[in-house]
């Protein structure tokens, strides 16, 4: 008889996830999708989880809900679950919460957690471009990337909030907090490395697909047909499509001429409602704010983390491999891929 089993992607954002979510997960017939791109649940589920009080009763409604399939492989996956960014996440307290969700669904008989890792100067950078608001969210001053890099000379005082943010990227020490809270006997905690997904992407979904249980062969050709890579250009590491084709911006591929975006304003007016409308009362004012905010926040918000370059000094780059340094190394002792040979960090020799 098969085995029922539930495989929840946690992220990290900007490690081609909304690639995987929208042109693998969604779309390979042995996988049985419940999480994004499509679903909007997992909003309604995150904002449950970062309650003071988690309310049990209603996120049970969620997963009783779950239309879990004995024939396919079920698969979770949201980005948010390992980067809420929210100002008062704790985010080991916020990662328990997640695994315990998932771990008293009934009848399942195996799930494994998987999260996908990158170099902190770049996921940091990354994330920064993409995201600007989040990272002012926690900490104001961070509106201006020179602040973020003064973080890692490790030099003043900053809000617990703060170092929180950044203890999120600390892989090993995720990694070390997903094992010890998934461990029931039918539990696992996996991992994949994007730079292997830059560098050799059939071999990376290879990977994926033996840690999922599903074809590689399918997942291969989804990847080839379906608009190929989410590959990212420029130094920010956004692409016109994650801009959502909100105003015209210089396409660093055609060296400077200005490249037309279209902008969709019906849909964009239409999604705060879209968002909200299964929502239960309480969450509405905070929801339609949000999404409003999402909808028109080219027009209000600086520019500069979307449409002009923004990197770390190299000082910055030193000082953040050199933070992470310790980490990275006791995480390349449980990996079989070698993380030095991808910049994670250098030689003591």
Request: glycine share 4%.
């Amino acid at each position: 008889m098969a085995k029922t089993k539930l495989i929840i992607h946690l992220g990290h954002p900007k490690t081609a996830t909304s690639y995987l979510q929208t042109h693998v997960f969604d779309k390979h017939p042995d996988i049985n999708n419940l999480g994004k791109p499509k679903k909007k649940w997992l909003l309604y589920l995150r904002l449950l989880l970062e309650e003071k009080e988690v309310n049990h009763s209603e996120i049970k409604k969620i997963t009783d809900d779950l239309k879990i399939k004995r024939d396919k492989i079920n698969l979770i996956s949201d980005e948010g679950f390992l980067t809420p960014f929210s100002p008062k996440s704790d985010t080991p307290k916020f990662l328990k919460r997640v695994v315990n969700i998932f771990l008293n669904i009934e009848n399942i008989d195996e799930i494994i957690f998987l999260f996908t890792i990158r170099r902190q100067t770049n996921l940091i950078l990354s994330q920064y471009a993409r995201g600007l608001y989040h990272f002012e969210k926690v900490y104001k001053k961070f509106s201006d990337i020179k602040e973020i890099g003064r973080y890692f000379e490790c030099e003043g005082d900053y809000p617990e909030e703060v170092i929180n943010l950044f203890d999120t990227f600390k892989h090993h020490k995720v990694f070390t907090h997903l094992k010890n809270y998934a461990n029931k006997s039918n539990s696992s905690v996996r991992i994949l490395v994007y730079e292997q997904f830059e560098k050799d992407q059939e071999s990376f979904l290879k990977e994926l697909s033996e840690i999922i249980g599903v074809d590689s062969k399918i997942t291969t050709e989804l990847a080839k047909t379906d608009h190929g890579l989410n590959e990212e250009h420029t130094t920010i590491n956004i692409s016109k499509k994650d801009i959502l084709g909100q105003y015209y911006v210089k396409d660093p591929r055609s060296f400077g001429s200005a490249q037309p975006i279209i902008f969709d304003l019906f849909s964009q007016i239409l999604r705060p409602y879209e968002l909200i409308r299964n929502f239960p009362r309480k969450y509405l004012v905070l929801k339609k704010k949000l999404s409003y905010s999402s909808a028109v926040n080219p027009f209000y918000t600086k520019k500069h983390h979307v449409d002009r370059f923004v990197k770390f000094t190299k000082s910055n780059e030193i000082d953040i491999q050199d933070f992470y340094r310790k980490d990275n190394e006791l995480l390349n002792n449980e990996l079989t891929v070698d993380l030095q040979e991808y910049g994670y960090f250098n030689s003591t020799e």
